[in-house]
């Protein structure tokens, strides 16, 4: 005679199985926490860029640039490293760097790690009276974690290009530089502007 062994599991036959049982259920939910979270990282938008520019501005004019910080974000080798990153990227489009003085565009960085701040303090308030020339542009803060890229004229002092990127900028140094990199990659991918269109 064959006996048939009952189909039917209990949870836990005594203690020690019970233990088995519940460091099972802890690792099933630990990896469904892992499995969850990068799937969410797998999910999140890319890095937000986008640029404006003044459409009538003629950008074949400009030859040379100097590059500034604007508005610190507190980290003197972050700023460094994004006027670096600028600068590799505009040399790349033939421009040239020069002395301020002497330059036909001037390129200001704003960036925020803790708290807001508006780029009219900055312009207005440095007695800079730089700004205009784009109609379409609204950003006039710097929101934490984001950066601002303004090249303005230099003898107009008017401004013709805008780059924004978000969550570009951390508390974390170590987290800056490829971001930093990435963004002004796509800021300038298609500079100047218009150059795609003919």
């Known amino acids: 005679m064959v006996h048939s062994e009952?189909?039917?599991l209990t949870p836990c036959h005594g203690r020690a199985?019970?233990?088995i049982c519940a460091k099972g259920d802890e690792m099933s939910l630990r990896f469904g926490i892992f499995f969850s979270v990068v799937?969410?990282?797998l999910l999140l938008p890319a890095q937000e860029v986008r640029t404006d520019y003044d459409h009538s501005y003629?950008?074949?004019q400009i030859h040379t640039f100097a590059v500034k910080i604007g508005t610190s974000w507190g980290n003197p080798l972050t700023e460094q490293r994004a006027k670096d990153a600028v600068t590799q990227q505009?040399?790349?489009k033939g421009w040239t760097v020069a002395d301020e003085s002497t330059a036909d565009a001037i390129v200001i960085i704003h960036g925020a790690t803790k708290s807001e701040k508006s780029l009219d303090t900055f312009y207005s308030g440095g007695g800079w009276g730089w700004g205009g020339g784009m109609a379409t542009t609204t950003v006039n803060t710097v929101n934490v974690g984001s950066a601002v890229?303004?090249?303005f004229d230099a003898k107009t002092k008017k401004l013709v290009f805008r780059?924004?990127?978000q969550d570009e900028?951390?508390?974390k140094p170590e987290k800056n530089e490829k971001k930093i990199e990435k963004a002004t990659e796509k800021m300038f991918k298609d500079f100047p502007p218009g150059s795609k269109e003919k």
């Open 39 to 41: 799937l969410t990282a």
């Open 6 to 8: 009952s189909a039917v």
């Open 149 to 151: 890229i303004d090249i």
């Open 90 to 92: 505009l040399t790349a």
């Open 58 to 60: 003629n950008f074949s």
């Open 169 to 171: 900028l951390s508390d």
């Open 17 to 19: 199985a019970c233990m």
């Open 163 to 165: 780059g924004t990127a």
